[in-house]
């Protein structure tokens, strides 16, 4: 069981590039979390998804843009990548929420360095 | 929206003796508390939660209280060993909401 799979595990960008990063879950769990971690300032929620083809904002979304085509999948996006930007990238999924908040399971990170 | 204030962001220990992690809340409608732990290299993990029905909550060695009128929750861990060494975070949310927001974490370490 995989469980939360984050790919690319590293990527170095230029300024102005993008990219997407691709999230992964087989535990079938409704809702979806895009966090950045850096130094100093914990976990920021960027977007977060409560089922396939709904997306919300988080507390950083400026930016970022975010799809959720399949209930397995949270998909991440620089349109244009910023310096301020290089950071660790963490996705996570609940199984549910709202009267029955859930654990969050998270994947391993994916390091982004931003030039 | 909900902010989470944690401290202290490090925090050094003798191997045996007890940490404590503290945390405030600013949204009175949160009404669940987890607390996730994260090794190097890796993703948190949830360690303990506790929703707004309970005063407090063990689990062996850790615990967690919570104080609703102050809106302020703690990690207890007793009986420190070195595997306890790790990034603790707390976190918060609103039953009607799915957002989980998370302090700035602890850098909890452990001296033989």
């Known amino acids: 069981n995989a469980g939360v799979t984050q790919t690319p595990k590293f990527r170095v960008l230029k300024t102005g590039q993008s990219m997407t990063l691709l999230c992964a879950q087989d535990?079938?769990?409704?809702?979806m979390y895009w966090y950045r971690q850096d130094p100093g300032m914990g976990l920021r929620l960027i977007h977060y998804?409560?089922?396939?083809?709904?997306?919300a904002k988080g507390e950083v979304p400026d930016g970022y843009n975010v799809s959720r085509l399949k209930k397995q999948n949270f998909l991440l996006g620089l349109e244009s990548a910023a310096p301020s930007q290089t950071s660790v990238y963490f996705c996570?999924?609940?199984?549910?929420?709202?009267?029955?908040?859930?654990?969050?399971?998270f994947g391993e990170g994916s390091r982004l360095t931003v030039l | 929206g909900e902010n989470v204030e944690q401290h202290p962001s490090t925090l050094s220990v003798q191997e045996g003796d007890s940490a404590v992690i503290k945390c405030t809340y600013s949204d009175s409608a949160s009404n669940y508390f987890p607390w996730y732990k994260q090794e190097l290299g890796k993703g948190p993990q949830l360690i303990i939660d506790i929703r707004s029905n309970v005063g407090e909550k063990k689990d062996q060695r850790i615990a967690v209280t919570l104080n609703k009128t102050a809106k302020h929750f703690s990690l207890h861990i007793t009986e420190t060993q070195p595997e306890d060494s790790a990034v603790y975070f707390c976190a918060a949310s609103k039953s009607s909401a799915s957002k989980i927001i998370f302090g700035s974490g602890t850098r909890l370490s452990i001296r033989p």
């Open positions: 998804s409560v089922g396939e083809g709904t997306t």
């Open positions: 535990m079938n769990h409704e809702y």
């Open positions: 996570a999924s609940s199984y549910s929420a709202g009267l029955n908040t859930g654990e969050l399971f």
